[in-house]
């Protein structure tokens, strides 16, 4: 049971059912808040993780965004061989987890479309795969071999340094969320970004960036004015208000319609408010269990694959024998 889940279960949320502003959102919205037949939550929107694209270097060497690994790599080595960074990110002061922007998107193209369940995540909670799994070995593998393309000392520049030093040309792309997008446009607005998930797979269809539900509104059972935050929920899926949100913050939208032409918009193109949702293939960590089986510590593995400290296999055998199924 996720978080929300059992608050919501445990009379702390409101149910939204039967409210006309929830017809203005996606079934997939609708679904990612719903338990048990009640929606709790309305998805104000999404952001995507994957790769962004300084176009004019993209352009300066004939380079069109890859669609699959075979070209990703191609491109990564045509890039360093002319003398320019490949690939940005930065660990320091946030640790391996923002290596997140190459697993989550390896995970996804090639360990989820072989989930026997369709949901990666609840088959690893019902033990019917397992993180010793071919398909993960090889993520992590590629992974590897992904990060040779990284800036110089990328464990060590602060994470806050990412999307200004992007906006000036350190790196020919950067890996991140869509939420740095203002940044980017605010160190550089003449910046010309795009966008493209990054690709694990050799099958084009398999690769697809990830989402969250990073910005959920809830409204409290307890409230003293339920009505008035129900009217407020209302204004706000407004078109006209909703479109001024999205242009503003640069989140992907979770309506079914709407013109948005915001930077965020612009940079995003054909994947704007498209990916897999992260709670489709990544599953619920503890907060107590077994070191590797934590939120915090769950990303050590990774970069110590990278780093040659551990094989894939042996990062894998790792996983499972700390692994508890919620």
Do not use: C
Request: glycine share 8%; net charge negative; charged share 10%.
């Amino acid at each position: 049971m996720l978080d929300w889940q059992y608050w919501s279960t445990s009379g702390v949320f409101a149910p939204l059912n039967g409210q006309s502003f929830l017809s203005a959102y996606t079934p997939s919205a609708i679904a990612a808040e719903t338990y048990q037949n009640k929606t709790y939550g309305l998805v104000s929107g999404t952001y995507q993780e994957g790769v962004f694209y300084n176009k004019q270097i993209f352009a300066r060497y004939n380079l069109s965004p890859p669609t699959t690994y075979s070209q990703f790599l191609t491109l990564l080595q045509t890039l360093k061989s002319k003398g320019v960074t490949p690939m940005y990110v930065g660990l320091g002061n946030v640790g391996p987890v923002y290596l997140q922007f190459i697993y989550y998107e390896l995970m996804i193209s090639l360990w989820y479309p072989n989930a026997p369940g369709g949901n990666l995540a609840q088959d690893l909670e019902t033990d019917s795969v397992k993180w010793t799994d071919p398909s993960f070995i090889q993520a992590m593998n590629e992974e590897k071999t992904l990060a040779q393309y990284l800036e110089p000392n990328y464990t060590g520049v602060p994470w806050e340094n990412m999307p200004g030093d992007f906006a000036k040309g350190s790196a020919a792309m950067l890996l991140d969320g869509s939420w740095d997008l203002p940044s980017i446009q605010t160190a550089n607005p003449s910046a010309q970004v795009g966008f493209f998930p990054l690709p694990g797979s050799d099958v084009a269809a398999n690769n697809q960036p990830e989402v969250g539900d990073n910005l959920t509104f809830e409204v409290l059972r307890s409230s003293h004015n339920q009505a008035a935050a129900m009217a407020w929920l209302k204004f706000f899926s407004q078109p006209s208000v909703y479109a001024q949100y999205v242009n503003t913050t640069g989140i992907s939208s979770s309506q079914n319609s709407g013109t948005f032409n915001g930077y965020a918009a612009k940079a995003m193109a054909q994947w704007f408010g498209k990916g897999l949702n992260l709670n489709n293939f990544y599953p619920t960590l503890s907060a107590n269990n077994a070191y590797y089986d934590q939120q915090t510590n769950w990303p050590d593995l990774q970069l110590d694959v990278i780093q040659g400290k551990k094989t894939a296999a042996e990062a894998a055998a790792l996983y499972q024998q700390n692994w508890t199924a919620p």
